[in-house]
């Protein structure tokens, strides 16, 4: 055989090799990651769980990394009349095996009409989340938690695999609430405290509250002002002898003022709903007087509205000083 043949096929035989070795790995590689699918580990509330607080949260953990987007386009949380009608119409269906596919697109985009509305928390290492409700649960209600694990994938693409299922590859568990808070609401804290001197500039403020609010109704009616604007509110708000001296007219000319010179900024609340941070869109001015006023129409979220009749300017309102 001629010498330039002997190397063609030695080369040959060497790729041979070395792709029946390729194809080894990749056959090894292929089989690791089919050998742990993901899987839902536990839930929180525990499904059949009674007396759940209103401004829980639901938590899904899970035994490997997730694509958090699948996961979050496959969750979905109702309550009330509709979930009851959902889930008999699902019962009547004989349950998703018995449907064919437009049958359960229709379910599924009837409970996506009814979900409840929130936004998703992630761990660092995205195997958990906790879903937060926009706004508390209904008290005294029945909620059920629907999670389509045919769409659900893990960081690598895989598709879940040994759920604890209970629907035909849909992970369901329900749970119900208990009695919401009832009464007026209350402003359990505020930092800056009244008083307090010595604030850094920078600070933010916070309100704490005893129930879940109607947080718009708080964010409207929250103002921060400070510095010679602030005496000058201060010194006509006297002069009327507070905002029970003045007429309607009176009362809506001095909120437009205030509304005027207040500070602007970015709200953050709590899962519950009970707490807010305002982080001021500008540094408050050192050495100065500030004041908040939480004043008008603010309710909590049982519909129940905050008393300021009580409050020696008809509403909450707290003084403090900054710092250098």
């Given amino acids: ?8 096929v030695i080369f040959i035989l060497i790729l041979v090799a070395i792709g029946a070795g390729c194809g080894d790995d990749h056959d090894k590689m292929m089989s690791t990651n089919n050998t742990t699918e993901a899987t839902i580990l536990s839930v929180h509330p525990v499904d059949g769980t009674s007396g759940v607080l209103t401004s829980t949260s639901v938590a899904v953990k899970f035994s490997r990394t997730m ?19 959902w889930r008999d119409s699902l019962a009547h269906s004989g349950g998703w095996g018995m449907m064919n596919m437009n049958q359960q697109n229709h379910m599924m985009n009837w409970m996506d009409s009814i979900h409840t509305a929130g936004v998703f928390h992630w761990n660092s290492n995205r195997d958990s989340c906790r879903f937060v409700p926009n706004t508390p649960l209904d008290s005294n209600t029945d909620y059920l938690c629907v999670l389509d694990g045919s769409g659900m994938r893990d960081h690598q693409g895989g598709m879940m695999g040994g759920m604890s299922q209970n629907d035909d590859g849909h992970h369901m568990f329900g749970f119900s609430t208990g009695n919401g808070p009832s009464g007026a609401p209350k402003l359990v804290s505020a930092i800056p405290s009244d008083g307090s001197t010595g604030v850094p500039p920078n600070s933010a403020i916070m309100f704490a509250f005893d129930m879940p609010m109607d947080t718009p109704t708080v964010m409207t009616n929250l103002h921060v002002i400070g510095g010679d604007d602030m005496h000058m509110w201060m010194d006509s708000l006297d002069h009327h002898l507070g905002m029970g001296g003045m007429g309607m007219m009176g009362m809506g000319e001095m909120m437009n003022w205030m509304d005027s010179i207040q500070y602007d900024g970015l709200f953050e609340w709590s899962g519950g709903m009970d707490t807010c ?9 050192p050495n100065s007087d500030y004041m908040m006023f939480l004043y008008g129409d603010v309710h909590a979220n049982n519909g129940e509205m905050m008393n300021m009749s009580q409050q020696q300017y008809d509403g909450h309102m707290i003084h403090f000083t900054t710092g250098p």
């Fill in 277 to 285: 941070i305002f982080t001021l869109d500008s540094t408050m001015m």
């Fill in 1 to 8: 055989m001629p010498k330039n043949t002997v190397v063609i």
């Fill in 67 to 85: 694509e958090t987007m699948s996961v979050m386009s496959n969750f979905h949380l109702s309550g009330g009349t509709e979930m009851h009608e």
